[in-house]
């Protein structure tokens, strides 16, 4: 079993729509959580990051821990057809500064 | 606005050969790192470094070595090149106290791909 499990997708929405994407992990002491987002023949970028647990919002994203269930979210609201990409869930322990990454899911906005 | 640059965008080396992959920070990272990504398997770590000279294996090593003689500098070696190794390869870089303070992100460059026949 992967330490950090991602739906690969690919996952097609059309524009305006809420989307959400996911991850699970196995790890208990994963404190820091990330999302990277990666367009095509690009590197990842990081897009948001997390702290233990709770929520983090920045304009059309919000971040979500909930480490009771060891499962992360990033939801996107009003999604555009530039929010296209690859988005990969990253996570670490604290005293380590190696990020453990999901496979990435490929998400789709249809105009 | 800072980066990494990495040296090429696309390689194409046949069979045997030895290539080289170079990855340029100039953030004055002291972590830099070196993955591979391939579909479905996601990004899978080859090589990481935390200082010049040093060098720790990552989840894939074999096949690789790795070689960082300045800060800024961190170069992949494919001894002999394989075709199970084309692949895009990523270089990433960081800072030494990941974490609150120090930033949580790892800054990647554009990725090269090879692909070896």
């Known amino acids: 079993q992967k330490e950090v499990e991602q739906d690969p997708g690919p996952l097609s929405v059309p524009e305006g729509a809420i989307v959400s994407l996911n991850c699970t992990y196995s790890?208990?002491?994963?404190?820091?959580f990330m999302w990277y987002r990666q367009y095509s023949r690009k590197g990842p970028e990081l897009l948001m990051y997390?702290?233990s647990s709770g929520n983090k919002e920045d304009g059309r994203f919000t971040a979500q821990v909930d480490k009771s269930s060891k499962y992360i979210s990033l939801f996107i609201r009003d999604s555009q057809p530039s929010d296209s990409a690859t988005y990969l869930c990253?996570?670490?322990?604290?005293?380590?500064?190696?990020?453990?990454w999901g496979a990435g899911t490929k998400l789709i906005i249809k105009p | 606005d800072v980066k990494v640059t990495q040296s090429s965008r696309y390689l194409v080396k046949r069979t045997g050969e030895k290539v080289f992959l170079e990855c340029v920070q100039d953030?004055?990272?002291?972590?830099m790192f070196w993955y591979r990504q391939d579909p479905g398997l996601g990004l899978r770590l080859i090589y990481f470094?935390?200082?010049?000279?040093?060098?720790e294996k990552g989840d894939i090593p074999e096949g690789y070595s790795v070689s960082r003689e300045k800060k800024e500098r961190f170069s992949l070696i494919l001894e002999s090149a394989s075709t199970n190794q084309t692949s895009m390869y990523l270089c990433?870089?960081?800072?030494?106290?990941?974490?609150?303070?120090?930033?949580?992100?790892?800054?990647f460059g554009s990725g090269t791909r090879l692909t070896v026949v």
């Open positions: 997390t702290y």
């Open positions: 990433a870089s960081s800072f030494l106290g990941l974490g609150q303070s120090g930033g949580y992100g790892y800054t």
């Open positions: 790890n208990s002491a994963f404190q820091y």
């Open positions: 953030m004055d990272h002291e972590n």
């Open positions: 470094s935390y200082d010049v000279k040093m060098k």
């Open positions: 990253a996570m670490k322990i604290e005293s380590n500064y190696q990020l453990i």
